[in-house]
């Protein structure tokens, strides 16, 4: 008998004019709140916010005492300083609060003990040593994770220690499985000539369970058209995807495409794959219905290569194995010989070498494990590894999402998050992965190809201007494109009430202000020496210079809960957190991409995303920021060209 099919698509172009299909014709899969203790494996369907910091309290990160900073400075091997117990210090162990009298802890290694209530030391330490900060892990309003991300079992600790108790997530995916088939029988011991045993419903129920679908099997439908159209209306009242096993071929008795086309829609009938070749795609009161051929290795290959990206594309997330694979370090990381150790990771491709940037290796840092995309070891007996050393990376995340990440490495801001959540919303394939090390560490990291693009805002000391100086001194002949951001405020984060009534830089030195400062190479930090400078201030007369944190919102969480009265940052920080803030000046926070990258799709919907309405009515709703030249292309280039 002749036999036909509507096509014979090649699988690649089946694939994706299919997604296409489903995409515009067929229904997304709703979101509902949940618990997170029961959010493992769900996908967020919105960003999700820290609700406090974590630690939330000053805690001891050592055992041995917790003292007053400045007690301790004239200790020296030759001339001791004594500390009695209760009026000059107290015993503590790590995790344990600091009391408020308090600003620093002396590990118990480092300590003479003279009797039960006296001590001795021979060195001095600075203020907050060892001392685990409100907010090290986690500040408060801080983006956990962006819209669209699988949650991981580290997600999960990530989200209660910042307080999440509920998230909005989709749906489970719920498919309907039919079997169909005059000759088909329910598994039994006993089974007569011509009756073939149902198992294919188990094998793509339990690969569907894996890829985190709830499943309905229905009962074993004959070959009837009645019988079908009741059974396949019904599972799509009750279904996101219908899956009917069998009855897709051109045989006599196979009615699934013909059932199809009067209750719905059929997209396409023959796929150029074998086995797999009478795979039928269509859809119903737009929910996917795909008719799998009965043959169970038929079957698998067509649950693997295209039912698998369909429910990928529905819940916004694509489904991926993680296995190993090599790298360059882009640093070097120092390890005890006592110990195999792990390092989490990012990972980008750039210049075709995928790269690995270790992330923070602190053991209470549950967050950089939600940030890691994979997992270096570093072997027992082994002193550390080598920066541009090649590595095996046991990956966290699927590779055509690392193939579709953007790499930036640079200064921070909170728009840099939101860049993200957008780009996830609108391109769920793609993301944004940033490591904040200052816009210095930015720099370098472009100079040695390991970053897409990195965020700066280097203040050129001698005449004020912003970046051009930096981008010729360092980057002199690298072919790259300076893009506008954003003018933003930065300025002085106080308490609310200004208790302490600080106006100015000069209020810095006051013996009862104390500052938390940003790390070396930051932007900031270099604006902080410029004003310095300008307004004839030392450092060494300011408390807590030596005090650093790495992003804005971590400055203003310590000045939020009292351990800091003042730290310089951007305006929109200041806000999140309801301090008073003391504008001192307006400074240009820039993009900086390499040229080869202007034409790359990833690149082209980040820049899309950059001019989004939503992204940037969120930032003027942050406030402090100007947007007056965001997107705008600056003249310098290379300066060689």
Not at 23 to 41: P, Q
Not at 138 to 145: D, G
Not at 174 to 191: C, F, Q, R, S, Y
């Amino acid at each position: 008998m002749k036999t036909t099919y509507l096509e014979n698509r090649r699988r690649e172009e089946a694939v994706e004019a299919y997604l296409a299909y489903v995409e515009a014709k067929c229904d997304r899969i709703d979101t509902e709140e949940i618990s997170v203790m029961d959010a493992l494996h769900r996908i967020s369907a919105t960003a999700v916010y820290a609700t406090h910091s974590s630690p939330h309290y000053y805690a001891a990160a050592m055992d041995g005492i917790a003292t007053k900073a400045n007690k301790t400075y004239k200790a020296s091997e030759t001339h001791p300083v004594t500390l009695t117990l209760d009026e000059d210090y107290i015993v503590v162990d790590t995790g344990d609060p600091i009391d408020e009298r308090f600003d620093t802890v002396i590990m118990v290694e480092e300590l003479i003990q003279r009797d039960d209530t006296h001590i001795e030391l021979l060195s001095a330490v600075t203020p907050y040593n060892h001392i685990r900060q409100i907010g090290e892990d986690i500040c408060q309003e801080e983006v956990l994770l962006p819209s669209n991300t699988l949650i991981r079992p580290w997600t999960l600790g990530a989200m209660i220690a910042g307080g999440v108790t509920r998230i909005s997530v989709r749906k489970r995916i719920k498919v309907g499985l039919i079997p169909t088939g005059d000759e088909v029988v329910a598994p039994k011991p006993d089974p007569k000539p011509g009756e073939v045993l149902e198992f294919n419903s188990s094998i793509f129920k339990g690969m569907l369970q894996e890829w985190g679908c709830d499943v309905v099997v229905y009962p074993i439908i004959p070959d009837q058209i009645d019988a079908l159209t009741h059974c396949l209306n019904q599972a799509v009242d009750e279904c996101d995807v219908v899956l009917v096993n069998a009855g897709s071929s051109a045989g006599r008795d196979d009615y699934a495409s013909t059932i199809l086309k009067n209750l719905g829609e059929v997209f396409l009938h023959g796929i150029a794959i074998k086995p797999g070749k009478p795979t039928l795609l269509g859809s119903v009161r737009r929910k996917p219905v795909i008719g799998v051929p009965g043959y169970p290795v038929s079957g698998i290959l067509v649950l693997e290569e295209i039912v698998k990206p369909v429910l990928g594309r529905l819940r916004r997330l694509p489904y991926e194995e993680t296995p190993k694979m090599e790298a360059y370090l882009t640093k070097r990381i120092l390890s005890g010989l006592k110990y195999e150790e792990f390092i989490r990771v990012k990972l980008g491709k750039v210049d075709g070498k995928w790269i690995a940037t270790p992330l923070n290796r602190g053991a209470g840092v549950v967050t950089s494990f939600v940030k890691a995309d994979g997992i270096v070891r570093i072997p027992l007996n082994t002193e550390g590894l080598e920066a541009g050393e090649k590595v095996i990376v046991e990956r966290l995340v699927p590779m055509n999402q690392l193939e579709n990440t953007l790499v930036s490495i640079g200064s921070h801001d909170p728009l840099i998050d939101l860049l993200n959540d957008r780009l996830r919303t609108d391109f769920p394939n793609l993301s944004l992965s940033s490591t904040h090390v200052g816009s210095m560490g930015g720099i370098m990291a472009m100079k040695r190809h390991e970053a897409h693009l990195t965020t700066i805002h280097l203040l050129n000391e001698k005449d004020g201007t912003y970046n051009r100086s930096y981008l010729q001194k360092y980057l002199n002949g690298e072919n790259l494109i300076w893009m506008k951001g954003v003018k933003r405020s930065q300025g002085l984060m106080v308490e609310v009430g200004n208790p302490k009534n600080i106006r100015s830089i000069h209020d810095l030195i006051r013996s009862d202000v104390r500052y938390v400062n940003r790390q070396k190479g930051s932007g900031t930090r270099i604006l902080l020496d410029y004003l310095l400078e300008q307004n004839h201030v030392s450092s060494d007369d300011i408390y807590g210079y030596d005090r650093e944190e790495f992003t804005h919102l971590s400055v203003a969480v310590q000045v939020s809960q009292g351990s800091a009265d003042c730290g310089l940052g951007i305006y929109s920080a200041a806000k999140i957190y309801g301090l008073e803030f003391i504008p001192l000046c307006e400074e240009e926070y820039d993009f900086i991409i390499r040229a080869d990258m202007m034409d790359d799709p990833r690149m082209l919907a980040l820049l899309t995303c950059l001019r989004h309405p939503d992204f940037t009515k969120k930032l003027m709703e942050l406030g402090g920021y100007t947007l007056d030249e965001l997107g705008r292309i600056d003249e310098w280039r290379n300066p060689h060209d």
